[in-house]
């Protein structure tokens, strides 16, 4: 006596280890997006670095010290100046910056304030030239974004993304 086949058994439910794997997979790959699309990039953290050096040298001005930046384009830094009685004579003297400041390798200085800015008691920020109310923009560009930190004759700043 022969018995009759058995019907194959249904699989039970529920899911496999190969499915888990896989949509593990894709949500490393959709987390990496994300990650990138929220870190910011090296031009943006440039431009954020500059933007709090020039409010803190107007900080030290306002406090009666003397607080200064100007671009050396052949050294790639900017040279800063920091401390002292205000608007000491030796401001401009890259000999005698307190500190010295360059963008991160990748990242360019493109576009910069005329000939640098020195912050005076006032907070109104003067040009190294001629001695005038300055304003200006200093721009940094990057493999994949460029920003721009805004200097206003007033002493504002702020930082801004440039549009492709």
Partial sequence: ???????????????????????LALLAVLAAAAARAWTPTQAERAAHSYANHVRALRATALAGGTGAIRWAPDAGRFDVWRGGPPLAADVGDPAAATDAVAPPDGVAVVGTLRDGVRWTPDGSGRSFAGGGVYGGRVRFAGKHATW???VASSGRIRV????P
């Fill in 1 to 23: 006596m022969r018995r009759a086949p058995r019907a194959p058994r249904a699989a039970p439910p529920g899911v496999t280890l190969l499915e888990v794997l896989v949509v």
């Fill in 148 to 150: 721009d930190v805004v």
């Fill in 160 to 163: 801004e993304a440039v549009a």
